[in-house]
């Protein structure tokens, strides 16, 4: 096993990646980097972690010359309302980014997975059950950015035979690490304010419908496709990937099972909102289960109750030192 190289590492994603790529490959063989220069305190903070921007070819070259790599989990990007915010920049990190991945992995054969996003689909796309293979006309910069990353990843794994691998990865919910700007951020906060405050105000109306995920299933998705027999994959990028289709009200209502007293309002972000309206309300995700064996373990009741039980010990108070 050649070492796997790991950008954007300090994120939703990479903090959870990271430990899992870990524990699956040993520790010395998975190298965390990301813009940040000093990593916060935690798992994937340990090393070996490198400063890395992906947006400079040199650094990347450098990167993967140094450590001898050998795959490539491409996670660094701006997420959808965050990019909304910053298009310019959204552009330059999240397609730079990904031409100087690719081009990297051209020059060391490295393989490459990227994650896209169901906000690769946009307004025309059918909305429920939205096929593997669909119209793709995204009305973000962000699902301009996805759907553009797919198409790279394809034609450098047909014109330059590199081995690129995607998912469509849905709004991911998860209590290790804050997500990163996204329109989904909503689901994640809903659970840090039902246990903080027991309530909370969605930016969100109460019946959007959009996939979501809990990280545990995301992740083993990203390092079970990356493992796949090749000659099953009949899509490079993207599979999609779901997990379950829910709204704001209905995430709370699986919460008030159990924290009865919580409560829900709305004041709707028309920018997020708008974003939202412009995807799919829910994936088929066939092509994934027959292609490379696809099995979520966690539904809405599974993961809000896993999430509250993790959440919960997160978030206690640390006991106070006793005066001598
Ligand atoms: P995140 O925003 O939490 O983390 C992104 C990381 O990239 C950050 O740590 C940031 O410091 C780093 N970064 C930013 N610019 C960089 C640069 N120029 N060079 C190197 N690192 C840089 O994002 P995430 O949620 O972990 O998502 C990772 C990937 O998965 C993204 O491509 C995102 O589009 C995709 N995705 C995420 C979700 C989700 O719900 N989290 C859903 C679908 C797709
Ligand atoms: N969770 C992501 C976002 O909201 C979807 O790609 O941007």
Redesign the pocket.
Known sequence: MTTILV??A?????SELVPALRQHYGADKVIAT???VLPPSGAVAIAPYDH????DPHQLHEAVRRYDVGAIYH???L?SAAAEAAPQLAWS?NMS?LYNVLEVARGYDCQVFF?S?IGAFGPDTPRDLTPQVAIQRPTTIYGVTKVAGELLCDYYALRFGIDTRGLR????VSYV?A????T?DYAVEMFYHAIRYGRYTCFLSADTRLDMMYMPDAISGMINLMAADATRLRYRNAYNITAMSVTPAEIAAAIREHIPGFEIDYDVDPVRQAIADSWPRSLDDSAAHADWDWAPRFDLAAMTQDMLARLTEKLKPAPRRQRL
């Open positions: 950008t954007g300090l994120g939703q994603i990479g990301d813009l940040k890395l921007d992906c947006t996670l660094a990007a997420l990190v980014g994650p996003s990865l849905p709004g991911l690490a997500p990163g700007g996204g989904t």
